[in-house]
T-cell receptor
Protein backbone atom coordinates (compact mmCIF):
# COMPACT_ATOMS: atom_id res chain seq x y z
CA UNK A 1 0.00 0.00 0.00
CA UNK A 2 1.73 3.11 -1.23
CA UNK A 3 1.89 6.04 1.12
CA UNK A 4 0.80 9.58 0.45
CA UNK A 5 2.43 10.78 -2.74
CA UNK A 6 3.28 14.34 -3.59
CA UNK A 7 4.74 15.82 -6.71
CA UNK A 8 6.82 17.53 -7.60
CA UNK A 9 9.22 17.17 -4.68
CA UNK A 10 10.94 20.41 -5.57
CA UNK A 11 9.47 23.31 -7.49
CA UNK A 12 11.14 26.55 -8.49
CA UNK A 13 9.02 29.44 -9.70
CA UNK A 14 9.74 33.04 -10.53
CA UNK A 15 7.71 35.73 -8.86
CA UNK A 16 4.35 36.12 -10.57
CA UNK A 17 4.18 32.57 -11.91
CA UNK A 18 1.73 29.89 -10.82
CA UNK A 19 2.59 26.88 -8.69
CA UNK A 20 0.58 23.64 -8.77
CA UNK A 21 1.21 21.05 -6.09
CA UNK A 22 -0.30 17.59 -6.33
CA UNK A 23 -1.18 15.08 -3.67
CA UNK A 24 -2.43 11.52 -4.03
CA UNK A 25 -3.77 10.21 -0.72
CA UNK A 26 -3.24 6.72 0.56
CA UNK A 27 -5.54 4.11 -0.92
CA UNK A 28 -8.85 4.11 0.88
CA UNK A 29 -8.37 7.56 2.37
CA UNK A 30 -10.99 10.15 1.48
CA UNK A 31 -9.81 13.01 3.70
CA UNK A 32 -6.97 15.26 2.57
CA UNK A 33 -5.22 18.06 4.43
CA UNK A 34 -2.65 20.61 3.33
CA UNK A 35 -0.09 22.18 5.65
CA UNK A 36 2.68 24.71 5.13
CA UNK A 37 5.99 24.62 6.96
CA UNK A 38 8.33 27.56 7.00
CA UNK A 39 12.01 26.91 7.79
CA UNK A 40 12.57 25.91 11.42
CA UNK A 41 8.87 26.25 12.19
CA UNK A 42 5.99 23.90 12.84
CA UNK A 43 3.31 23.00 10.38
CA UNK A 44 0.43 25.39 9.84
CA UNK A 45 -2.93 24.03 8.74
CA UNK A 46 -4.17 25.41 5.44
CA UNK A 47 -7.16 23.43 4.19
CA UNK A 48 -9.11 20.21 4.74
CA UNK A 49 -10.93 18.54 1.85
CA UNK A 50 -13.02 15.50 1.16
CA UNK A 51 -13.86 14.32 -2.32
CA UNK A 52 -15.26 17.29 -4.24
CA UNK A 53 -15.76 19.32 -1.06
CA UNK A 54 -13.77 21.85 0.89
CA UNK A 55 -14.54 21.23 4.55
CA UNK A 56 -12.32 23.82 6.25
CA UNK A 57 -10.18 26.42 4.52
CA UNK A 58 -9.68 28.64 7.52
CA UNK A 59 -5.88 28.43 7.30
CA UNK A 60 -5.58 29.30 3.65
CA UNK A 61 -4.93 32.88 2.50
CA UNK A 62 -8.00 34.34 0.84
CA UNK A 63 -6.14 35.55 -2.20
CA UNK A 64 -3.98 33.63 -4.68
CA UNK A 65 -4.43 30.25 -2.98
CA UNK A 66 -6.97 27.60 -3.91
CA UNK A 67 -7.37 23.87 -3.36
CA UNK A 68 -9.44 21.10 -4.85
CA UNK A 69 -9.93 17.38 -4.47
CA UNK A 70 -11.88 16.17 -7.52
CA UNK A 71 -13.84 12.98 -7.77
CA UNK A 72 -11.09 11.52 -9.88
CA UNK A 73 -7.42 12.33 -9.57
CA UNK A 74 -5.17 13.94 -7.01
CA UNK A 75 -5.78 16.89 -4.75
CA UNK A 76 -4.27 20.10 -6.09
CA UNK A 77 -3.02 23.11 -4.18
CA UNK A 78 -2.70 26.06 -6.51
CA UNK A 79 -0.83 29.25 -5.80
CA UNK A 80 -1.25 32.04 -8.30
CA UNK A 81 1.19 34.92 -8.78
CA UNK A 82 3.69 33.51 -6.32
CA UNK A 83 5.75 35.82 -4.13
CA UNK A 84 8.97 35.16 -2.24
CA UNK A 85 7.03 34.71 1.00
CA UNK A 86 5.35 31.64 -0.49
CA UNK A 87 8.67 29.79 -0.37
CA UNK A 88 8.10 26.92 2.04
CA UNK A 89 7.56 23.20 2.29
CA UNK A 90 3.98 22.17 1.59
CA UNK A 91 2.83 18.91 3.07
CA UNK A 92 -0.22 16.91 2.24
CA UNK A 93 -1.74 14.40 4.66
CA UNK A 94 -4.59 11.94 4.39
CA UNK A 95 -6.73 9.93 6.76
CA UNK A 96 -9.36 7.23 6.24
CA UNK A 97 -12.04 8.84 8.34
CA UNK A 98 -12.75 11.81 10.49
CA UNK A 99 -12.40 12.35 14.20
CA UNK A 100 -9.42 10.79 15.89
CA UNK A 101 -7.72 9.13 12.96
CA UNK A 102 -4.07 9.86 12.59
CA UNK A 103 -3.04 11.67 9.46
CA UNK A 104 -0.41 10.19 7.20
CA UNK A 105 1.93 12.68 5.62
CA UNK A 106 3.52 12.82 2.23
CA UNK A 107 7.18 13.76 1.69
CA UNK A 108 6.29 17.35 0.88
CA UNK A 109 6.87 19.76 -1.98
CA UNK A 110 9.55 22.35 -1.44
CA UNK A 111 8.60 25.50 -3.27
CA UNK A 112 11.27 28.10 -3.95
CA UNK A 113 10.26 31.44 -5.40
CA UNK A 114 13.07 33.36 -7.03
CA UNK B 1 -9.04 28.23 19.75
CA UNK B 2 -6.65 25.38 20.31
CA UNK B 3 -2.93 25.65 20.83
CA UNK B 4 0.12 23.55 21.57
CA UNK B 5 3.30 24.57 23.32
CA UNK B 6 6.61 22.77 23.13
CA UNK B 7 8.70 24.77 25.57
CA UNK B 8 12.09 23.42 24.55
CA UNK B 9 13.57 24.23 21.16
CA UNK B 10 16.21 21.55 21.62
CA UNK B 11 16.83 18.62 23.91
CA UNK B 12 20.27 17.07 24.22
CA UNK B 13 20.68 13.62 25.71
CA UNK B 14 23.37 10.99 25.83
CA UNK B 15 22.73 7.69 24.12
CA UNK B 16 21.23 5.20 26.55
CA UNK B 17 19.75 7.87 28.79
CA UNK B 18 16.04 8.58 29.13
CA UNK B 19 14.53 11.05 26.71
CA UNK B 20 11.62 13.37 27.46
CA UNK B 21 10.08 15.90 25.08
CA UNK B 22 7.52 18.19 26.67
CA UNK B 23 4.16 19.25 25.28
CA UNK B 24 1.26 21.17 26.78
CA UNK B 25 -1.98 21.95 25.03
CA UNK B 26 -5.11 24.02 25.19
CA UNK B 27 -8.36 22.94 23.57
CA UNK B 28 -12.09 23.13 24.17
CA UNK B 29 -13.58 19.78 24.97
CA UNK B 30 -11.81 16.46 24.98
CA UNK B 31 -8.53 16.55 23.12
CA UNK B 32 -7.02 14.06 20.86
CA UNK B 33 -3.26 14.30 20.84
CA UNK B 34 -0.50 13.13 18.55
CA UNK B 35 3.24 12.94 18.34
CA UNK B 36 5.05 12.99 15.02
CA UNK B 37 8.73 12.83 14.13
CA UNK B 38 10.39 14.50 11.16
CA UNK B 39 13.76 13.55 9.73
CA UNK B 40 15.65 16.01 7.48
CA UNK B 41 13.93 16.69 4.17
CA UNK B 42 11.19 14.19 4.94
CA UNK B 43 7.53 14.30 5.80
CA UNK B 44 6.17 13.66 9.27
CA UNK B 45 5.95 10.14 10.60
CA UNK B 46 3.24 9.19 13.07
CA UNK B 47 4.52 7.96 16.45
CA UNK B 48 1.47 7.65 18.69
CA UNK B 49 -1.87 9.14 19.62
CA UNK B 50 -4.18 9.57 22.58
CA UNK B 51 -7.94 9.62 22.12
CA UNK B 52 -9.42 8.06 25.24
CA UNK B 53 -8.57 5.30 27.67
CA UNK B 54 -5.31 4.56 29.39
CA UNK B 55 -3.30 7.69 30.05
CA UNK B 56 -0.07 5.96 29.05
CA UNK B 57 0.10 5.45 25.33
CA UNK B 58 2.72 3.25 23.67
CA UNK B 59 3.82 3.94 20.13
CA UNK B 60 6.41 3.19 17.50
CA UNK B 61 10.17 2.75 18.03
CA UNK B 62 9.87 2.36 21.81
CA UNK B 63 8.27 5.76 22.39
CA UNK B 64 5.46 6.36 24.83
CA UNK B 65 3.54 9.38 26.04
CA UNK B 66 1.58 10.18 29.15
CA UNK B 67 -1.64 12.13 29.00
CA UNK B 68 -2.18 14.31 32.06
CA UNK B 69 -5.53 16.05 31.99
CA UNK B 70 -5.01 18.18 35.09
CA UNK B 71 -1.72 19.54 33.77
CA UNK B 72 -2.91 19.58 30.14
CA UNK B 73 0.28 17.85 29.14
CA UNK B 74 1.25 15.05 26.79
CA UNK B 75 4.98 14.49 27.22
CA UNK B 76 6.82 12.09 24.94
CA UNK B 77 9.24 9.67 26.55
CA UNK B 78 11.70 6.96 25.68
CA UNK B 79 13.52 5.01 28.38
CA UNK B 80 16.78 4.63 26.47
CA UNK B 81 17.57 7.01 23.60
CA UNK B 82 19.40 6.00 20.44
CA UNK B 83 21.54 8.16 18.18
CA UNK B 84 19.03 7.41 15.43
CA UNK B 85 16.32 9.14 17.49
CA UNK B 86 17.92 12.48 16.63
CA UNK B 87 15.22 14.34 14.73
CA UNK B 88 12.55 17.02 15.00
CA UNK B 89 9.54 16.08 17.12
CA UNK B 90 6.12 17.67 16.86
CA UNK B 91 3.19 17.48 19.23
CA UNK B 92 -0.26 18.15 17.78
CA UNK B 93 -3.77 18.55 19.14
CA UNK B 94 -6.95 17.89 17.20
CA UNK B 95 -10.50 19.06 17.45
CA UNK B 96 -13.78 18.73 15.65
CA UNK B 97 -13.30 18.87 11.92
CA UNK B 98 -9.93 17.17 12.14
CA UNK B 99 -7.82 20.29 11.93
CA UNK B 100 -4.53 19.56 13.65
CA UNK B 101 -2.67 22.32 15.44
CA UNK B 102 1.05 21.66 15.74
CA UNK B 103 3.56 22.86 18.24
CA UNK B 104 6.70 24.59 17.07
CA UNK B 105 8.76 21.44 17.31
CA UNK B 106 11.60 20.23 19.51
CA UNK B 107 14.89 19.19 18.03
CA UNK B 108 16.34 16.14 19.75
CA UNK B 109 20.05 15.49 19.59
CA UNK B 110 21.27 12.17 20.97
CA UNK B 111 25.00 12.07 21.42
CA UNK B 112 26.97 8.82 21.33
Amino acid sequence: NAGVMQNPRHLVRRRGQEARLRCSPMKGHSHVYWYRQLPEEGLKFMVYLQKENIIDESGMPKERFSAEFPKEGPSILRIQQVVRGDSAAYFCASSPAAWGDEQYFGPGTRLTVT
Amino acid sequence: AQSVAQPEDQVNVAEGNPLTVKCTYSVSGNPYLFWYVQYPNRGLQFLLKYITGDNLVKGSYGFEAEFNKSQTSFHLKKPSALVSDSALYFCAVGAAGNKLTFGGGTRVLVKP
